[in-house]
């Protein structure tokens, strides 16, 4: 059974966030060139998140009562156990959050992630493409969600992501019936 305080694991009795609409102005949309994140291979993966967690603090409070706040962790590695599943369907994969580089790089290598983690602490990707965010603890973060870049235009946006540690198998799945 998964303990409150346990950021690998996702408590049973999370609330299910509700599509606001606020990611339906996203699809087709074209990214400056400033905003691109250029792949190699076809495809560009994009999952936002809100915040990972680290095992010796605890998550702000009331964090698991927010709706599509916690499993920041779980989908970060699902994204990571999927990895070589998404390379042979063509597609790069990078996380986001508002957290500052430190920060991820420390996730990164604690989560043996073979994708980086970007950080948007000033929140320049998140106005830009107008992503919805919240507030906890005075920290504007951004909600769930992922995009899906081809040719420098939103293919796709899954939000809201739930529950985030299945985000990478409807990526797969979602991938699979296009490709």
Known sequence: MARQDNIYEL????????????????PGMQLSSVLLLMSTTGRTVVYCYPRTGTPDKDPPQG????????GCTPQSCAFRDH??????????VFGLSAQ???YQKEAVERLHLPF?????EKLIFTKALNLPTFEVESL???RRLTLLIRDGFVEHVFYPVFPPDKNADQVIAW???IT
């Open 116 to 120: 980086p983690l970007l950080s948007d």
């Open 140 to 142: 504007t973060l951004i």
């Open 11 to 26: 408590p049973k009795d999370l609330p299910i966030p509700i599509d606001d609409g606020a990611c339906n102005h996203l």
């Open 175 to 177: 991938l699979g019936k």
């Open 100 to 102: 500052n580089s430190d």
């Open 83 to 92: 990895y070589q599943e998404l390379r042979m369907l063509r597609t790069e």
């Open 63 to 70: 964090w698991n009562e927010i709706p599509g706040a916690r």
